[in-house]
């Protein structure tokens, strides 16, 4: 099995293959060109950079950090789905008898993730046990600007040289959840808060267009293909969206609520009122902020 996390070059954007279970000591990416070890150069600052990009299910969050991927030099994402206990351990739902994927208490094996996020933030490599199952997902594209792709890329990498010359290498990992606001522990580790917002009426079309989704399986490391049975969206989905959100925007209102601070820098981006490509332009002078701070 390989794990598609997609690092991104410091100079140019080359789609990288991350090997699934590879020791942290040796990691190593695969490009068209051969195997090489992914560099923490020698007397620079290590300063990893962790990306929180939430919101519900199909609301862009994952193909918003998958452009930022391809911007940001030395980049890697972390799905928060990838998080998911067994399928042989979803909790089932005490009234509808039904697997339960999304209440927040049981969807997540949050001790792991908080676990792995730190180490990422300690040390710039995902854990040697991680894999994904995300490319085995549905993936639908949804292009931005050539103009803004180049010119954000030419403005992280002259960023990149310059905190080069300061000493310090940047390594930018987005993570990536539908539940990522829920646990404190988990929001700790990130330094910047973003929460894409998107109406119920679009998740709910957007969720039935989807023809399912791969799950993690103790007996099967290619996971399995879960599909919606029936009023899944409204029985079980969109109540556990407002359980694990309703707390952290302002009345609990999800169609219009500001932050009301529990969770600290949170950034609440309206997903449908601007492009794809005014949407990274919006995350992109943020992250510019981000990296020019002196540490």
Same mark, same amino acid.
């Given at each position: 099995?390989?794990v598609?996390?997609?690092?991104?070059?410091?100079?140019?954007?080359?789609?990288?293959?991350?090997?699934?279970?590879?020791?942290?000591?040796?990691?190593?990416?695969?490009n068209?060109?051969?195997?090489?070890?992914?560099?923490?150069?020698?007397?620079?600052?290590?300063?990893?950079?962790?990306?929180?990009?939430?919101?519900?299910?199909?609301?862009?969050?994952?193909?918003?950090?998958?452009?930022?991927?391809?911007?940001?030099?030395?980049?890697?994402?972390?799905?928060?789905?990838?998080?998911?206990?067994?399928?042989?351990?979803?909790?089932?739902?005490p009234?509808?008898?039904?697997?339960?994927?999304?209440?927040?208490?049981?969807?997540?094996?949050?001790?792991?993730?908080?676990?792995?996020?730190?180490?990422?933030?300690?040390?710039?490599?995902?854990?040697?046990?991680?894999?994904?199952?995300?490319?085995?997902?549905?993936?639908?594209?949804?292009p931005?600007?050539?103009?803004?792709?180049?010119? $954000? @890329? !030419?403005?992280? +990498?002259?960023? *990149? %040289?310059?905190?080069?010359?300061?000493?310090?290498?940047?390594?930018?990992?987005?993570?990536?959840?539908?539940?990522?606001?829920?646990?404190?522990?988990?929001?700790?580790?990130?330094d910047?808060?973003?929460f894409?917002?998107?109406?119920?009426?679009?998740?709910?079309?957007?969720?039935?267009?989807?023809?399912?989704?791969?799950?993690?399986?103790?007996?099967?490391?290619?996971?399995?293909? $879960? @599909? !919606?049975?029936? +009023?899944?969206? *409204? %029985?079980?989905?969109w109540?556990?969206?407002?359980?694990?959100?309703?707390?952290?925007?302002?009345?609990?209102?999800?169609?219009?609520?500001?932050?009301?601070?529990?969770?600290?820098?949170?950034?609440?981006?309206?997903?449908?009122?601007?492009?794809?490509?005014?949407?990274?332009?919006?995350?992109?002078?943020?992250?510019?902020?981000?990296?020019?701070?002196?540490?």
């Amino acid at each position: 099995m390989r794990v598609i996390l997609m690092l991104s070059d410091s100079v140019k954007t080359l789609p990288y293959l991350f090997h699934s279970r590879v020791g942290s000591a040796n990691m190593t990416l695969l490009n068209g060109t051969g195997i090489h070890p992914l560099p923490v150069e020698d007397g620079l600052k290590l300063r990893v950079i962790l990306v929180g990009i939430g919101g519900a299910t199909c609301s862009g969050k994952t193909t918003l950090a998958k452009h930022l991927r391809n911007i940001l030099p030395g980049s890697v994402i972390v799905h928060q789905d990838d998080f998911a206990p067994p399928q042989e351990k979803i909790p089932i739902h005490p009234q509808y008898k039904v697997q339960d994927w999304d209440d927040p208490e049981g969807a997540i094996d949050w001790t792991r993730m908080v676990n792995s996020l730190r180490e990422v933030k300690a040390t710039g490599k995902i854990p040697p046990e991680h894999y994904s199952h995300d490319h085995l997902n549905e993936q639908k594209d949804i292009p931005i600007n050539s103009e803004t792709s180049k010119r $954000w @890329r !030419d403005t992280f +990498h002259r960023i *990149e %040289q310059e905190r080069r010359q300061l000493g310090e290498q940047i390594i930018w990992v987005m993570v990536d959840g539908f539940l990522l606001y829920w646990d404190m522990d988990v929001v700790d580790t990130l330094d910047v808060r973003i929460f894409l917002r998107v109406p119920h009426d679009v998740l709910k079309q957007r969720r039935h267009e989807r023809h399912g989704y791969h799950t993690a399986v103790q007996s099967d490391p290619e996971g399995a293909l $879960w @599909r !919606d049975p029936p +009023h899944y969206w *409204e %029985q079980i989905v969109w109540p556990a969206y407002v359980k694990a959100h309703a707390g952290v925007l302002e009345g609990g209102d999800l169609e219009h609520g500001k932050s009301n601070g529990k969770v600290r820098g949170l950034i609440v981006v309206e997903g449908l009122e601007v492009s794809m490509s005014s949407l990274v332009d919006n995350v992109c002078e943020r992250l510019v902020d981000v990296a020019e701070r002196t540490q």
